[in-house]
């Protein structure tokens, strides 16, 4: 059954550090999305991915995260400058069709704690 | 603003015993509810997906619902392996899921 893996699946940083998170979405999906979770809070929305460009940021997706799709395969999260409350599981999910419906489909996450 | 709350926060149930799952939400022009277990450490695992008010779907002990302001998770004669927190959550008008908090389920033998 096709998956959508994530690497790396724990990532430490210290604080001021740059991180990528890297997502391998289920093959002919075309939606592309990036959840997190605080521990023990909501799965909460970042941002999507549509046609190479982002369809939606939340506000929490603030000029130190990027997203990219750098080849056919991969989808990237970037963070430049990791702060403390960066700590957090990062999902990345994936719709094969156009966000109108369906449902999505999510790795197994990456955990990224700040020290 | 798309909001879901879901309750209770947390769920013990002597295994055999059947009980509900709430899910109450607010959208604007709903394109789904979803209903997702999740394990520790472990990313959301789609279980059903509901587009419309009198819907129902089924899957092994679990029965999802859904009405013009809540979904129901109906959990029959649950498993120790039913342990998990459920999600539930919804897409609007915006594409995106909007997820309430879950609902931890303790099935105990």
């Known amino acids: 059954e096709p998956e959508v893996t994530q690497t790396p699946s724990h990532q430490v940083t210290q604080m001021g550090q740059e991180v990528i998170l890297r997502c391998v979405p289920i093959s002919n999906h075309l939606y592309f999305y990036w959840y997190r979770q605080i521990l023990g809070q909501k799965v909460e929305f970042l941002v999507s991915?549509?046609?190479?460009?982002?369809?939606?940021k939340s506000e929490i997706f603030d000029d130190q995260f990027s997203v990219e799709r750098p080849d056919g395969s991969n989808f990237t999260l970037k963070i430049r400058s990791t702060k403390l409350e960066d700590s957090a599981m990062y999902f990345c999910?994936?719709?094969?069709?156009?966000?109108?419906?369906?449902?999505?489909?999510f790795g197994e996450g990456s955990r990224l704690t700040v020290l | 603003e798309d909001q879901v709350t879901q309750s209770p926060e947390a769920l013990r149930l002597q295994e055999g015993e059947s009980s509900s799952l709430n899910c109450s939400y607010t959208?604007?022009?709903?394109?789904?509810l979803f209903w997702y277990r999740q394990d520790p450490g472990k990313g959301p695992e789609f279980l059903f997906t509901?587009?419309?008010a009198g819907e129902e779907k089924e899957k092994e002990r679990l029965k999802a619902t859904l009405t013009k302001k809540e979904s129901f998770l109906h959990i029959t004669a649950p498993k120790p392996e039913d342990s998990a927190t459920y999600l539930c959550?919804?897409?609007?008008?915006?594409?995106?899921?909007?997820f309430g908090q879950g609902t931890t389920l303790q099935v105990k033998p």
């Open positions: 509901l587009y419309s």
């Open positions: 999910a994936s719709i094969n069709l156009a966000g109108v419906a369906g449902e999505l489909f």
């Open positions: 991915f549509y046609n190479n460009e982002i369809s939606e």
């Open positions: 959208v604007s022009g709903l394109r789904g």
């Open positions: 959550a919804v897409r609007g008008n915006t594409g995106k899921l909007i």
